[in-house]
C-alpha cells in the first residue's frame, strides 16, 4: 500500500496559519480519497477533512470555514491549509489514503503523523 509522510507541523498561535504537505510514495491520482485526521492526546483519532478523486471535498464541521484541503496529483501530494487556527486545533495530524472510499480490497494507509501544537 501507498506510503505517506506528513509534514509542515509546529508551533503556531491562535490566529495564525499552517499548511500541512502528506507526499505519497507513488501517484494519488488513482487513490479514490484522501484525508486529514487529528488525534489530541487522551482523546479518539477524529476525521478533519477529505478529498475525494473527483475534487470533492468536506469537513469537519470545527474546521469547515477555516482549513481546506487540496492535491496536487503531479507532485503526489494532499495539503491541509489551515486558517485562524485555534487552541484546540491542538493535535498530531495524520494523513490517510482512503481506498474503502471507492470500495476497493486494499486496506487505507496512514501516515506517521505531523504535531501542530499552540503557543
Known amino acids: 500500500q501507498v506510503q505517506l509522510v506528513e509534514s509542515g507541523g509546529g508551533l503556531v498561535q491562535a490566529g495564525e496559519s499552517l499548511r500541512l504537505s502528506c507526499t505519497a510514495s507513488?501517484?494519488?491520482?488513482?487513490?479514490?480519497?484522501m484525508g486529514w485526521y487529528r488525534q489530541a492526546p487522551g482523546k479518539q483519532r477524529g476525521f478533519v477533512a477529505i478529498?475525494?478523486?473527483?475534487?470533492?471535498?468536506n469537513y469537519a464541521d470545527s474546521v469547515k470555514d477555516r482549513f481546506t484541503i487540496s492535491r496536487d496529483n503531479a507532485k503526489s501530494t494532499v495539503y491541509l491549509q489551515m486558517n485562524r487556527l485555534k487552541p484546540e486545533d491542538t493535535a498530531v495530524y495524520y494523513c490517510?489514503?482512503?481506498?474503502?472510499?471507492?470500495?476497493?480490497?486494499?486496506?487505507?494507509?496512514w501516515g506517521q503523523g505531523t504535531q501542530v501544537t499552540h503557543y
Open positions: 490517510k489514503a482512503i481506498y474503502s472510499y471507492g470500495g476497493q480490497y486494499v486496506a487505507d494507509s
Open positions: 507513488g501517484s494519488i491520482f488513482s487513490i479514490p480519497a
Open positions: 478529498i475525494t478523486r473527483a475534487g470533492t471535498t
